[in-house]
């Protein structure tokens, strides 16, 4: 059964008061499902008949309406601002900021199950929203980590796989083996291999994605420990959620370390289909790759300096400021040390993306976090300075489109205060985070029955021929 949120959600977003005035003015009334449709994937068997026939509709009575033109600058550039992929978990806007199923992160903040009052949002919620485009109820969140503490079994083979790799392997490289072994207990792939019709896709590749978001904490955990804590590995909790076992796995049992764990991965989900990861796990899924493939492949683009890996750039920048100028640095030596790293041809790591032209909202949440519960951590009070001294600069650059920091100017900084001081290993926990957002699309994408993603490339001999016939 499905109803619209009564009126009590809406009291709850305007307790906030006049802080919360902008807010209260964009929230749209919200679908939330029975606390009694505890099953996730009877809501989903529900749902995607209906979500067919809007996909058919809008195929037949819109096919041919076009999009936009393209132009060589996007060809050459990355396909930057080219419309061209359906991704119905989430949505990026220039100005706002992400939107997880219409939602925004405040928003989120205020509506989606906290593990505790006034607490950060539990991941299995915003997993729910991603799945159906519905808050869950406590009660749907709570069935939800109980589903996925009992598929979080990993079996002995896929340890050793990583002990076969040397302990100086990236954290990475290691994640995405781990994950690779992981396969081999795919369900869509011995469907598939059994001669599964189409139209039912979507549940394999339901059971391996939810398979794989349960288990890949324990894996990532076990990387931790195996490179940072002599191997000595911590068992999973059954009284936590998901966000606080992660914490827990990880040997962090501080409640605040656990609330900025469940924060950290639900910001951390999803940011629409064009990001490397995202638009990797899509491609390959696009195959008809299982989920683990998909996400390994995904895994391995967020590996990447200009993607997942800015989290880690930017804690150890930020340590090389205080190396060489100290804690208690002015920002006028601030100004300095930009302009150095600016003037060696390299860029300030944190701060820019290539969709967002406002400050990321990822940002801002954590910095609110970090004032609520950090306010005197110096690396903190630096990156505050930061705040202040890097956008004017990028700005007088002229270069620059968007000079605001963005999600990983931030998160570094949080992890290491609570003790979590290996910035390599800092794109793991970004990757455990993703898994919720691109599996839950891709059970999307074999519901929907998308297609293979075969886009057409030129040569720049073919860009020059046209350009001059266009002339």
Not at 1 to 29: C, D, E, H, I, T
Not at 95 to 104: A, C, K, M, T, V
Not at 220 to 229: D, T
Not at 282 to 289: I, Q
């Amino acid at each position: 059964m499905v109803f619209f949120r009564s009126l009590s959600l809406l009291s709850k977003l305007r307790s906030r008061g006049a802080q919360q005035s902008s807010l209260n003015s964009s929230v749209r009334w919200f679908q939330v499902q029975a606390s009694s449709d505890l099953d996730l994937h009877s809501q989903l068997k529900e749902l995607i008949p209906e979500q067919q026939e809007r996909l058919k509709k809008l195929k037949s009575e819109h096919g041919k309406v076009q999009l936009g033109n393209i132009t060589v600058d996007m060809v050459l550039g990355g396909m930057r601002g080219m419309t061209g992929l359906l991704w119905e978990t989430s949505l990026l806007d220039p100005d706002e900021g992400i939107r997880f199923r219409g939602l925004s992160i405040p928003e989120c903040q205020k509506v989606l199950p906290p593990a505790k009052p006034d607490g950060e949002p539990l991941p299995e919620g915003l997993l729910w929203l991603l799945l159906t485009g519905k808050v869950p109820s406590k009660e749907q969140v709570d069935a939800l980590t109980k589903d996925l503490r009992s598929r979080a079994s990993v079996p002995d083979y896929v340890y050793k796989t990583i002990d076969a790799l040397p302990d100086s392997a990236h954290p990475m490289t290691q994640f995405a083996t781990g994950v690779m072994a992981l396969q081999v207990q795919s369900e869509f792939q011995k469907a598939y291999e059994k001669g599964i019709h189409k139209s039912k896709f979507w549940e394999p590749t339901y059971e391996d994605s939810l398979n794989l978001i349960a288990r890949l904490p324990i894996v990532a955990s076990y990387i931790y420990r195996r490179i940072y804590k002599d191997g000595q590995i911590i068992p999973l909790d059954d009284s936590l959620d998901y966000g606080g076992n992660f914490s827990h796995m990880l040997g962090f049992d501080s409640p605040k370390m656990q609330e900025l764990m469940r924060l950290y991965v639900t910001i951390h989900t999803d940011h629409e289909g064009g990001n490397v990861s995202a638009h990797t796990g899509h491609l390959v899924a696009s195959a008809l790759s299982d989920p683990y493939l998909s996400f390994a492949a995904a895994l391995n683009g967020l590996a990447g300096p200009l993607h997942g890996l800015a989290n880690q750039e930017v804690l150890l920048w930020i340590k090389s400021v205080v190396d060489e100028c100290g804690e208690n640095i002015t920002k006028e030596q601030l100004k300095d040390y930009v302009w150095k790293t600016l003037n060696s041809g390299k860029v300030v790591p944190g701060f820019g993306h290539g969709v967002l032209r406002k400050t990321d909202p990822r940002y801002t949440c954590q910095r609110e976090f970090a004032m609520k519960h950090l306010p005197e951590d110096p690396l903190f009070q630096l990156v505050s300075k930061l705040y202040e001294v890097v956008p004017p600069i990028l700005l007088e650059l002229g270069k620059v489109k968007n000079p605001w920091p963005n999600v990983d100017a931030h998160s570094g900084v949080l992890l290491n205060h609570f003790g979590l001081t290996e910035a390599r290993y800092y794109t793991v926990l970004f990757g455990v985070s993703r898994s919720i957002g691109i599996c839950s699309q891709l059970i999307w994408d074999r519901a929907l029955g998308l297609p293979l993603e075969r886009p057409k490339s030129v040569t720049m001999e073919w860009l020059e021929n046209y350009c001059k016939k266009a002339a």
